[in-house]
């Protein structure tokens, strides 16, 4: 039981109308238990508001850490009287008397017993004279006033106390008495006396020293108590004074108004060492010593996966949201399950997801709505984590339709995800109505201020169920609402469910786990749930573990603060693993393992609990929200220690992650990552780094709205982002279909980017993963920074299989299993761009993987294929290539070995020639003697073709007359010239025939012969068609040798070499 006293002057007695019974036979100030310390402020408070003292306004906690103090000094010098200095106080008195004189110290006590009268005198039993002459327990009454008044004298100079002064001010003594001169002496005196025992200092200096190291804070002071002088104190006051301190913080909670703002980037785990595990006990054996960070046992105990469960890819939708969308979209209304159309789950089937959550699919609480449109939102729905029961919602088809979307997800390969949230209950339930012993609650309101006189929130007429006045003003976050039962008049106040870190959920109960009829009935609830969906995600789970749920239910000592009023509950470790010997999560993944073991656990978990509820408790999959927070805020340093710690410690437990840009909590992806680079390189590394990726709703389509739990519909008129969605498909998706290659852990490696300066670049990301014969490599540079570099060995990484400890860092090298040696050359394609790379072996084993990357640039290095170059030409083209990517190593080869082909392609047909073919087909001759001809095809044009002859007759290994073929090139020509004469002159009269002006707009010889493309098509048609006998090859031979030859290439090249000469001439 919690007693403390102080001091309170008769006129605050009678102001305040405390009761007589609350007083102790000294006169002080005794409280029992804290809810006598709220009804007391209380009490105080109403009084000081209805004066308008709104800033006088004290709380629970400091009138408990004032009396505090004042039983341990009370205790301190009964401790220095008794065992240390004998008589101490009696000898003070006979120093006053002689020193102060007898009448004015006799005016000075009859004085303080009058203003702070012991329960005798206030209630007129004996004068004030005659109990200053009386005995208490054996002792000198004249001797407890004394000591009464030392305490009274360090109350009246706490700066913390202040608001409490009006209590036990001390100014009527100081005016009528030589009540300052005895406190003079008095402390003159006890420093003539033999010191404590407590570090040798002097019983007046000691009890000052907790104010004077903390003049502003009775919390404060109360923690030098106990940090200094607890071996003194005794574990009696230790506790309560962890209990006063724990009183403190919850009223921070109930007191301090919390912004909104950013959320805190989670911290960055630090994991045990072995010998830290070895110490938590064996044998699954849980430790029990009080106050140990150890008091709750983390042995190794995965759940292995099914074999689906590795490749699982999901995407959430808020279901009444989604319907609402879906109606937008396809024009006509859908309003239940089963007429959400065979279209959507196809275009989720070829986005290649795996798994759809649906939220908000059981049977809301009508409460729940009920709330939110009475505080202000007329059109919400109730929130789909304050349920009525796990049934199918009846407004969303019911259990038919439901099977009936199962069943066509189904048919694509797509696995339904449903939520159950064992932590609390709607507050209008079946169980709030049928069970309500399920539920943590007390028997009267924790507060004294709270009033239930609101609606009737349940629609069942055996019960009335209500929440605290205030939420409808929003003046107040009451923990508790009113449950009333109809019939016998009970009432309970339930608490609000809670994680503790702003305000209670108001439209939720919660459920007390440590009734074990309670955790029965939530395993068959889950059992039930897994029967509808084989994945279910636990909403809040980590409020449910061991370790948090006594922290915010029935806290340990000191531990306290978390929910007001829930420290009244404080129990031991031992007294709480008692009542909860076992985790109940690990009852849930043991029993749904025997019942359903096709069934994928997904917890939502924060708090360095992530690890916890994979590694110890089974869950096959966890909330990993630092890799949002982390990516978004690029704290990469961060995220990167993040995955080293994993790495070192357990690499299982990366391959249980989930990995989000966004959740139906948060800001949505675009909101949190842009639409642009920035995006798509976290969405890459989101969906190949180990574990399970997860996609919001509306996060492919671009939708910036975040839509609450409450929503029925989409208030934002927001279309498609059609490029966002794009680069999905084009960029994103392929790699879902890749899953089987990154989701695990085993053969999964992370580098260190080296700069120039052989340091390292945290913001680059780089990793690699691989299965069978199959690796990839990926690179991300989450910074608006260009990052130059290598990769060279990977990180630390305990041993998968290999319980002795982990592997040293390898070579990258090795890991891509390329040999050191001349003559090895590798290819592999990047993923965004569809280019080859062509890259060296022992280059790689001595220097590393160089690459650059521009800000926010991804690559994705794959299909790698080992080359051994006997020839030496893979050798020519890496140094010619110099790092660049091209569409086909090995077309880059053959066009290597065909630059001297293209080359004389390049020559005949250049821009230069090409003037001469126009000039030699318009060019009339000066001698009307002389024959057309006559005129002479340029040099450069003849000695061109015959070069291009002798190439093609190289490289396609043919016997070719150059004579016979520069003959037919000749002839071909002149009779081009002839005709393009003759067209020419025909054009030049005065009426032309209107097939010929048709003619004009598609013939390549017209009466312009324009510099142009259809000049070159011309040209190159007159030159090649008669490069090769007909005699030789077919037409369709002719055209493989040129397609071996790569002809459409070179040629596309003279095209854009037009174009960008275009006036050339």
């Known amino acids: 039981m919690i007693q403390f006293d102080f001091h309170v002057s008769k006129v605050a007695r009678q102001k305040y109308d405390f009761n007589q019974s609350l007083f102790s036979i000294t006169g002080n100030l005794i409280i029992a238990n804290f809810s006598q310390a709220r009804l007391l402020s209380d009490k105080i408070n109403r009084k000081r508001k209805s004066a308008g003292l709104v800033d006088q306004l004290v709380t629970p906690g400091e009138l408990n850490a004032l009396g505090l103090l004042h039983e341990v000094f009370h205790f301190l010098i009964r401790k220095y009287e008794i065992d240390e200095n004998p008589g101490a106080f009696k000898r003070a008195n006979s120093f006053l008397k002689n020193d102060l004189g007898e009448k004015d110290l006799s005016k000075i006590l009859i004085s303080f017993v009058e203003e702070f009268p012991p329960l005798p005198v206030f209630k007129k039993e004996v004068t004030a004279k005659k109990y200053l002459s009386g005995l208490t327990g054996g002792k000198p009454n004249t001797e407890i006033i004394l000591e009464e008044l030392i305490l009274l004298h ?19 003594l100081h005016k009528e008495t030589k009540y300052k001169e005895l406190i003079e002496k008095t402390e003159k005196f006890f420093d003539k006396e033999k010191p404590t025992g407590i570090g040798g200092i002097h019983l007046f200096s000691l009890l000052q020293k907790p104010v004077i190291d903390n003049p502003s804070s009775l919390e404060e002071q109360l923690k030098f108590i106990r940090n200094e002088w607890k071996i003194f104190i005794g574990d009696k006051f230790f506790t309560r004074l962890l209990k006063g301190a724990d009183l403190i913080k919850e009223e921070y909670k109930l007191f301090v108004k919390h912004g909104g703002g950013e959320k805190a980037t989670p911290p960055v785990p630090v994991y045990p060492s072995p010998h830290q595990l070895k110490m938590k006990g064996r044998d699954h054996k849980i430790i029990t010593d009080e106050g140990s960070d150890l008091d709750f046992e983390e042995a190794e105990q995965f759940t292995q996966d ?10 959430a939708k808020n279901i009444f949201v989604w319907m609402h969308q879906l109606t937008e979209k396809y024009g006509f209304e859908i309003k239940t399950l089963d007429q959400i159309p065979d279209e959507e789950l196809d275009l989720l089937a070829q986005w ?30 109730a929130s789909a984590y304050s349920l009525f029961d796990y049934v199918i919602a009846e407004e969303i088809g019911g259990e038919g339709a439901f099977q009936n979307l199962k069943e066509r997800a189904w048919q694509r390969g797509i696995r339904l995800a449903s939520d159950m949230v064992p932590n609390h209950t709607g507050i209008y339930s079946k169980w709030i109505v049928e069970k309500p012993d399920y539920f943590i609650q007390s ?20 019960v009335e169920v209500r929440i605290e006045d205030s939420y409808y003003n929003r003046s107040d976050a009451a923990v508790v609402f ?15 469910g809670n994680d503790g870190t702003h305000m209670p959920w108001n439209d939720t109960a919660q459920l007390n786990v440590l009734n074990n009829e309670v955790k029965e009935s939530l395993i068959q609830t889950i059992i039930h749930v897994a029967h509808k969906t084989p994945i279910i995600r636990f909403d809040a789970a980590m409020t449910l573990a061991k370790k948090h749920y006594q922290r915010l239910w029935f806290p340990k000592p000191g531990e306290g603060g978390a929910i007001p009023s829930r420290s ?6 031992t007294q709480f693993n008692a009542l909860m010997p076992n985790e109940f999560w690990r009852e849930v993944v043991d029993r749904v393992g025997e019942a359903l073991p096709g069934t994928l656990l997904l917890a939502e978990a924060f708090w360095l609990m992530e690890s916890y509820f994979v590694r110890t408790l089974g869950m096959h999959r966890v909330y990993n929200s630092a890799f949002m927070h982390m990516m978004m805020k690029e704290e990469n340093e961060k995220y990167k220690d993040l995955l080293k710690n994993t790495l070192e410690y357990n690499p299982e437990i990366l391959k249980r992650y989930v990995n989000f840009m966004s959740n139906p909590d948060e800001e949505t992806a675009v909101n949190q990552f842009g639409k642009g680079d920035k995006y798509f390189g976290v969405a890459v590394m989101m969906v190949t780094l180990p574990g399970l990726p997860m996609f919001g709703h509306g996060q492919v389509e671009g939708f910036s709205e975040k839509y609450g739990m409450e929503y029925k519909q989409a ?51 780089a990793f690699s993963n691989k299965v069978d014969s199959e690796i990839a490599l990926v690179l991300y540079n989450n910074s608006y920074s260009q990052a130059s570099g290598s990769i060279r060995f990977s990180c630390l990484k305990a041993s998968v299989n290999n319980k002795s400890g982990s592997t040293n ?43 650059h990357l521009f800000g926010y640039q991804y690559r994705i290095c794959y299909n790698f294929v080992e080359i051994y170059d006997a020839s030496g030409r893979y050798m020519h083209l890496y140094n010619h290539l110099n790092g660049k990517g091209v569409s086909s190593v090995e077309e880059a080869i053959k066009e290597m070995d065909l630059i001297p082909f293209h080359s004389s392609i390049e020559v005949l047909f250049s821009l230069d020639n090409l003037a001469k073919f126009r000039n030699y087909l318009l060019t009339s001759s000066n001698s009307k003697k002389k024959k057309q001809d006559e005129i002479k095809i340029p040099p450069a044009i003849i000695t061109g073709f015959e070069n291009v002859v002798d190439q093609i007759s190289t490289t396609a290994d043919l016997k070719i007359d150059s004579e016979k073929r520069l003959e037919k090139f000749t002839s071909a020509m002149i009779t081009t010239r002839s005709f393009c004469k003759f067209w020419t002159r025909i054009n030049k009269r005065k009426n032309v025939a209107k097939w010929m002006q048709e003619a004009n707009l598609i013939l390549p010889v017209n009466d312009q012969l324009s510099f142009g493309t259809a000049l070159l098509l011309l040209f190159l048609y007159i030159a090649l068609s008669h490069s090769i006998p007909k005699k030789k090859a077919t037409k369709i031979v002719v055209n493989e040798i040129f397609n071996e030859m790569m002809l459409s290439k070179v040629v596309n090249n003279l095209l854009s070499n037009l174009d960008e000469d275009e006036n050339y001439h």
């Not at 099914?306 to 995407?315: F, R, S």
């Open 154 to 172: 360090l109350e009246n100079r706490n700066p913390a106390a202040s608001r409490l002064k009006e209590f036990f001010s001390d100014e009527g």
């Open 306 to 315: 099914t074999h689906w469960i590795p490749e699982v890819v999901m995407i």
């Open 352 to 381: 290649n997801f795996t798994a759809l959550w649906l939220i908000g699919i059981w049977e809301r609480s009508s409460a729940s709505q009920k709330i939110k449109q009475q505080t202000g939102n007329p059109q919400a729905a």
């Open 443 to 462: 028997a009267d309101p924790p507060f004294p201020s709270y009033k239930f006189t609101g609606t009737n929130l349940s629609d069942d007429d055996r």
């Open 482 to 496: 009113e449950r009333r039962d109809a019939y016998t008049g009970d009432k309970r106040y339930i608490y609000h």
């Open 568 to 573: 009244d509950f404080a129990m031991t470790t």
């Open 715 to 765: 208030y934002y008129d927001e279309p498609v982002d059609e490029h966002l969605a794009w680069r999905h498909k084009k960029e994103l998706f392929p790699l879902l279909k890749m899953r089987h290659l990154f989701s695990q852990a085993e053969n999964f490696e992370l580098y260190d980017f080296i700069d120039g300066d052989n340091e390292v670049n945290n913001n680059v990301f």
């Open 809 to 851: 860092p390898r070579k990258i090298s090795n890991v891509l299993g390329f040999k050191p040696l001349s003559g090895y050359f590798y290819i592999y394609t990047d993923h965004r761009t569809q280019l080859q790379y062509l890259i060296s072996g022992k280059e790689i084993s001595k220097n590393g993987f160089n690459i």
